[in-house]
Nanobody, 126 residues
Framework: QVQLVESGGGSVQAGGSLRLSCAGS????????MGWFRQAPGREREGVAVIDSRGRTTYADSVQGRFTISKDNNKNILYLQMNSLKPEDSSMYYCAARRSMFCNAATMAPYDYGYWGQGTQVTVSS
């Protein structure tokens, strides 16, 4: 079955960087749209960045220019490089997979993705 396992979360000071990883298994990784989502306490889960089967990327306005989503199809790993972190980036971050080769700004809602990891916590202190 599809499995997604995130790692790389932690605590950093504002302005710092973190790189999240998500290892996928049980599916043909390079044919799926992959995404990163986040959810802070008391808030709805929101899309952060997605990457389609061709490597085309889409970002939420709040992270554009600071975060970079990428993937290694040989290793079945999805990445999220997060730079210039802000306290408002503090959240649980989730990796997700969509059984489609295509995704863009119109498919960044959580309900567009059928497979989820368990999440990794990111905490940014001021």
């Amino acid at each position: 079955q599809v499995q997604l396992v995130e790692s790389g979360g932690g605590s950093v000071q504002a302005g710092g960087s973190l790189r999240l990883s998500c290892a996928g298994s049980g599916f043909i990784f390079y044919t799926y749209c992959m995404g990163w989502f986040r959810q802070a306490p008391g808030r709805e889960r929101e899309g952060v960045a997605v990457i389609d089967s061709r490597g085309r990327t889409t970002y939420a306005d709040s992270v554009q220019g600071r975060f970079t989503i990428s993937k290694d199809n040989n290793k079945n790993i999805l990445y999220l490089q997060m730079n210039s972190l802000k306290p408002e980036d503090s959240s649980m971050y989730y990796c997700a997979a969509r059984r489609s080769m295509f995704c863009n700004a119109a498919t960044m809602a959580p309900y567009d993705y059928g497979y989820w990891g368990q999440g990794t916590q990111v905490t940014v202190s001021s």
